[in-house]
Each structure stands twice: as structure tokens, then as C-alpha cells.
């Protein structure tokens, strides 16, 4: 199995098995907003963190303590986009996104899916605030997305999961892009001065292979704060440190390998006596702590970090923003709010808008000869995933906050209209693709030529 291989179905299995949980703490934040405790569950949210050393308070913005959503949604989702920054450099490098053959059908799909359902939310939205939401419907959740595809199971063709993937991975480095550059305040040019300062020492920190976690770490949360307090937004602090850390292990494999098999020969061989007691010897001991120092060389930092990070990001960042963000009281709605207003250009984005832009720009480009149509895959089914890049949820609820929070009234209304058309907008496609793609796939799995199929596999997920 090669490293490629092992790192895709790495990233199928851990975001399948977060999406279950953030439907699960999705449910839950719903109840709370619609029960006796909505208003214990709002107020919860606004209580200040403080995290003050002297007269330094950490999480502070121009001085103003950060609420616990301030926290969760700059912070937190540092660290998340810190995580899809690891994970874009790592699939631009070696990944599906590494050539231009493997990544131009995924990159022009998610091209189209962004730009369509921004222009469905511009010539649907009312004018005035609400016009600032016009990327909400652009993203599609990966998390979500493939976790309903891997209950198709082994139907699924290897390259449609491929196309997917690499399709939401493309889609998170849009909407990071767009965060970067069109939800950004007032500019302070001081603190972008002392920022590029620290981004400068993260950059030579690589060139020189530094390979500490805390060194990246550390710089990483100065540039976060830094850029809090700049006007740049914060989360963008995250994909900037990501892309800092090497990428480069400190060791080959091949001396890793050399390496073990030195110290085995000068392990004694002990006889299968349970009772018997075999006391190392202090050169033994100096072999495998060799062998452990090893071991960290031959994983570059950027493995390593997202391989630390991906459990703290998927079970407890990610739940954690959706259990925040997610609840929508819903007493003031009714069956035709989903139709009027940014409820409906969010809805109607995220259902009509990605699967149109979707399809039709990979239709565009396999009909013209510029790409192929991944193996084992057909018209339908394609259509049925682009109707799953519909599932928005995260990255969409995240731009609804940069959109409206902060707002007054008019903004906290048009923020829960824009989560109600995220909701209903994904829960729609999640359905509508499901049923699809249940209808088009074969009813029974296609046993691969090869073992290179098998990473996909239904059990890994």
C-alpha cells in the first residue's frame, strides 16, 4: 500500500466518524435552542474567558475580553483551519491535489461550486446587511459528505470517492481564501509589521528543518493573536503557520530500517520461560530509546502534527463549533420563512447551486477533452456526488458568523435565517444525493483488478 494510499483512507476514516458525532451534538444544540433551557444555552455561549498573565490577557481583542463563541469561532477554529492547512499542503505535495492531472477535474468542479451558488445567493438575497452573506452556500462539508457516501458501502467506486475528497479539499482552500479576503475589519498596520516579523521566523524555522511542534506551535498562537488585533481574521493565522512546517522527515526510512536491525542483533534471545526475568542492560536501554529518537525522524512534523491534531479537531473543535453554533430557535419561523429572504439564498445555494456549478464545470471539462472521467465512474453517478457538495454545514455556518454576528438585532435575525437555510439546504442534499447515488451505483460492489481498491474499502470506514 503506498503512502498515498494509507493517508487517503487515514483522511475517509477520520472524518466519517465525526460526522456521526456532529449529528449527533447538532440535534442536541437544536433541542436546547427550542426547550425551557434556550436561554441558559444563548447565555452560556456570552460568558468572558479570561486567560491573563500580569496585565496581558491572552484572549482579548483590542483590549475587550472574548466571549466563549469569540473563543470557540476565532480560536478553536484556528486550530481547525490550522488542521485543513496541514491537510491541503500535505494533498498538494503527495495527494490527490500533487499533479496537475490527478487534481484539474476536482479543482474545476469545486471551482464551479463555489461560484454558482455565490451568484444563485447574489440575485436571490435581499440588499442592505444580508448581502454580506453571499459565501455561505459556496462550501461543502467534507466531514458530512463522505460519511453518507461510505454508507453505500464497496458500491462505491474508488474514484468517486477520490473525486470527492479532493473536491472539499479544494473547496476548504476557496473558502479560506474568501475568509482572507473579504471578511477582514479595519486594518492595523502595526500589527501585521510585527506579524510578518514572527511569519518570517516560521519560514526560516523550515528552511532550516526545525522540527519542534512547540516551535511552530508557540509562533503559530503569536500570529493568531497578532492578526486578531491586526484586522486580518484570525483563522487565517492557522493555514499561514500550516504551511510553515516542514514537510521533510529528519531521517530516511531505509536508515530507520538499518537502524532496528542493529539493535535486534545485540538483543540477547530469551528462552519462552514466563517465569523467567530478563533485566536490560544499560547499552540495551540506549539501543531502543535510539530506536524510539528514530522512530520521531523518520515522521516529518507535518505528519505528525496532523496526525496529533486530527483527534483534539474531529471529536472536540468541530462538535464543539456545532453545538455553539448550530442551535436555532425556530419559534419565530415557519414552513415559508425557508422560502423568502437569505433562509432561501442559502437554501436554494446550497441545493441547486452546488450541483449545478459542480457538474456542469466537470461536465465542461470532460466534454472538451481537458480531463477523464475517473474510473468507474458514469454521468449519473457524478451527478448524484455533486448533489452531496451541498452538504455546507461547517465552513458554511462559519461564514454565516463572520457575515452577521456583531450586527445588532438585524444581524442576529438574518444569522439564524442563514443557519436554518444551511440546515435544511444540507439535510436536503445529504438526502437527495444518498437516494441518488443508492439508485445509479451498481447494486453489487466490483471486486478491483488490484489490492490498490481496497484502502476504500467499507470496513476502514
Known amino acids: 500500500m503506498s503512502e498515498m494510499q494509507f493517508s487517503f483512507r487515514r483522511m475517509i476514516r477520520k472524518y466519517v466518524n465525526s460526522s456521526f458525532i456532529l449529528v449527533f451534538v447538532t440535534l442536541v444544540a437544536m433541542i436546547m435552542a427550542n426547550s425551557n433551557f434556550s436561554e441558559a444555552y444563548y447565555d452560556f455561549w456570552h460568558k468572558p474567558v479570561i486567560l491573563q498573565l500580569g496585565d496581558f490577557q491572552f484572549f482579548s481583542h483590542h483590549h475587550e475580553p472574548m466571549s466563549l463563541m469569540d473563543v470557540i469561532n476565532d480560536f478553536l477554529m484556528a486550530i481547525f483551519f490550522f ?5 491541503i499542503k500535505r494533498e498538494i505535495l503527495v495527494g490527490e491535489l500533487s499533479s496537475l492531472k490527478k487534481s484539474l ?47 453505500l458501502g464497496k458500491r462505491v ?30 486594518i492595523y498596520v502595526n500589527y501585521l509589521i510585527y506579524a510578518a516579523i514572527v511569519i518570517i521566523l516560521l519560514i526560516f524555522g523550515a528552511y532550516v528543518n526545525i522540527r519542534s511542534k512547540l516551535f511552530y506551535c508557540g509562533l503559530g498562537m503569536v500570529v493568531w493573536y497578532l492578526f486578531l488585533n491586526s484586522g486580518i481574521h484570525a483563522t ?12 521533510r522527515p529528519a531521517t530516511t526510512s531505509s536508515k530507520y530500517i538499518e537502524k532496528i536491525r542493529e539493535a535486534i542483533k545485540q538483543f540477547p534471545i530469551t528462552s519462552e520461560n514466563t517465569g523467567e526475568i530478563h533485566i536490560l542492560t544499560n547499552q540495551q536501554i540506549s539501543l531502543l530509546k535510539s530506536v524510539e529518537s528514530s522512530s520521531d525522524k523518520v515522521i516529518s512534523p507535518l505528519q505528525d502534527l496532523e496526525d496529533s491534531l486530527a483527534s483534539v479537531v474531529n471529536f472536540i473543535i468541530i462538535p464543539l463549533f456545532a453545538f455553539a453554533n448550530a442551535g436555532v430557535n425556530v419559534s419565530g419561523f415557519s414552513i415559508g420563512s425557508l422560502f423568502e429572504g437569505v433562509a432561501l439564498s442559502v437554501f436554494l445555494g446550497l441545493l441547486l447551486g452546488k450541483v449545478i456549478g459542480i457538474y456542469s464545470f466537470s461536465w465542461a471539462a470532460i466534454k472538451l477533452g481537458i480531463v477523464n472521467m475517473p474510473i468507474g465512474v458514469n454521468w449519473k453517478m457524478l451527478f448524484g456526488v455533486s448533489v452531496l457538495g451541498g452538504i455546507g454545514f461547517t465552513v458554511s455556518m462559519f461564514i454565516a458568523n463572520l457575515s452577521f454576528a456583531g450586527h445588532g438585532q438585524e444581524g442576529v435575525t438574518l444569522l439564524n435565517e442563514a443557519k436554518l437555510g444551511i440546515l435544511a439546504g444540507s439535510v436536503f442534499a445529504g438526502a437527495i444525493g444518498y437516494l ?16 490498490s481498491d481496497e484502502f476504500l474499502s467499507v470496513e476502514d470506514v
Not at 488542521?83 to 491537510?87: A, Q
Not at 487565517?236 to 514537510?247: E, L, M, S
Open 436 to 451: 441518488l447515488l443508492d439508485k445509479f451505483l451498481p447494486k453489487v460492489a466490483k471486486q478491483p483488478a488490484d489490492m
Open 105 to 151: 477535474l476536482p479543482v474545476i468542479g469545486a471551482c464551479g461550486g463555489m461560484l454558482i451558488p455565490v451568484l444563485f445567493y447574489f440575485f436571490l438575497s435581499p440588499d442592505g446587511l444580508a448581502s454580506k452573506g453571499t459565501a455561505i452556500p459556496m462550501a461543502t462539508d467534507i466531514a458530512f459528505s463522505l460519511g453518507i457516501l461510505s454508507m
Open 83 to 87: 488542521s485543513v492547512g496541514l491537510e
Open 236 to 247: 487565517v493565522a492557522g493555514v499561514i503557520t500550516a504551511f510553515c512546517v516542514p514537510a
Open 157 to 186: 467506486p474508488a474514484g468517486l470517492k477520490i473525486f470527492l475528497a479532493a473536491l472539499a479539499v479544494a473547496d476548504d482552500l476557496g473558502g479560506i481564501l474568501v475568509i482572507a479576503l473579504f471578511y477582514s475589519s479595519t
